[in-house]
């Protein structure tokens, strides 16, 4: 056995997160294993146009009593049911004992709807409806960043019944809390480290001329043959990938390649568009893979909130040390029912995953760009048309 060459595709090994300091497990040899566990039921991907019980169509009641506007593209409103509330929040008590310690949060919660629609996700609606709900994203960020004691603004979209997802019409929300998040300081944490103790490379820089950790990583894997690589889409100012470090078996990194972009207030134009572009790519596939309406978690992180300034020249400014990304994390694995648990080993341990990232993202790279419905809706087309001209001759 020690005589053997080693194969990531078939060896059981570990893979570290530079982000987090976290490993995966990862055991490909474990593809193969028979599944006679839980299955998920089908996702529903015959949705009205319009549902008059759903508290997010135009025109329809919320559940908290409001009245939705008759709107054409996006809608935005505080969320009814907010998670964290504005201030002022009451003082904390005296804790009890010191590991026993209370932090008020306060903040606001907003609900952004991407189109009237009930039945378009981001998978089938077009690049400048896409465009319209990243300006949306941004208008909120800079609104709720700019609120006195906000530090950090999350942009956020659960799709699927499965990640819990109250209501299938299309949207997302954006938390924004006096305090930074757990994971996205850890992410800020370990840019920081690794701006102040890494030589820059060639690769695109952070501010300061300083190194930044995903530039050098997004640099390195445009460069690998797509044959063995982990990219799945590029454009010309982003790309799409699989992480080295994924957990989830379909898991995708979204990221601007070409230049060090801290935050969706930073783009350009053509940035935003080609982010556009790339987004409808990446859901489309995802639709594609088991041909169902593709469960996910998306979370956008970026600089905590925005520049207060536009004094402040954006490669001087050392606020800006994170590199905007956006997270995928999709639980089907094997198909439309069966989905990845984190459960045993992975809740007392470490993540595990069997399939490997390359494989992934292999799969996903194999899949069309259009999606099937449209592929099925052209085909009815058709035959339609081929019926009428057979009975016409």
């Avoid at 904390?92 to 209370?102: D, E, F, S, V």
């Avoid at 896409?130 to 960020?141: F, G």
């Avoid at 019944?161 to 299938?168: E, L, Q, R, Y």
């Avoid at 010309?236 to 990938?241: K, N």
């Amino acid at each position: 056995m020690a005589d053997t060459q080693f194969d990531p595709t078939t060896h059981p090994h570990r893979r570290v997160n530079p982000l987090t300091g976290e490993h995966v497990l990862v055991s490909p040899h474990r593809t193969k294993r028979p599944w006679l566990g839980q299955t998920e039921p089908p996702q529903q991907t015959a949705l009205p146009e319009y549902d008059p019980q759903c508290y997010l169509c135009p025109g329809n009641t919320r559940a908290g009593g409001q009245h939705n506007d008759n709107y054409e593209h996006t809608m935005v409103f505080e969320n009814d049911f907010a998670a964290v509330l504005p201030p002022p929040a009451p003082a904390a008590p005296p804790a009890p004992h010191p590991l026993l310690k209370t932090e008020p949060v306060q903040g606001g919660c907003d609900v952004l709807c991407f189109h009237p629609r009930h039945d378009l996700t981001l998978a089938r609606l077009s690049t400048p409806d896409i465009e319209r709900i990243i300006e949306e994203w941004t208008s909120v960020y800079k609104k709720r960043g700019g609120e006195e004691g906000i530090k950090y603004v999350q942009i956020f979209e659960n799709k699927g019944a499965m990640m819990g997802c109250s209501n299938p019409h299309p949207h997302g929300q954006v938390w924004s809390l006096s305090a930074v998040p757990t994971l996205p300081a850890i992410e800020l944490a370990n840019l920081q480290k690794y701006s102040l103790s890494t030589p820059p490379s060639d690769a695109p820089r952070g501010p300061l001329g300083r190194s930044c950790l995903l530039c050098d990583y997004v640099s390195f894997e445009v460069t690998v043959a797509q044959g063995e690589g982990r990219v799945v889409l590029k454009n010309d100012h982003w790309v799409a990938l699989v992480p080295w470090w994924a957990i989830w078996p379909f898991e995708i990194m979204l990221l601007p390649y070409k230049r060090h972009v801290s935050s969706i207030a930073h783009l350009t134009p053509a940035e935003k568009t080609a982010f556009a572009q790339i987004l409808s790519g990446v859901t489309i596939r995802y639709d594609n893979l088991f041909s169902c309406s593709f469960a996910y978690s998306m979370g956008i992180h970026q600089r905590p909130t925005p520049p207060t300034s536009e004094a402040v020249v954006e490669d001087k400014d050392e606020e800006n040390i994170a590199h905007l990304h956006l997270h995928f994390a999709p639980p089907l694995l094997r198909s439309a029912s069966v989905r990845k648990f984190l459960v045993g080993f992975e809740l007392m341990s470490e993540p595990q995953r069997d399939l490997t990232p390359e494989q992934a993202a292999q799969r996903l790279r194999s899949l069309p760009d259009v999606h099937y419905l449209n592929v099925s809706a052209n085909a009815d087309n058709v035959s339609a048309t081929q019926g009428v001209n057979a009975t016409n001759s």
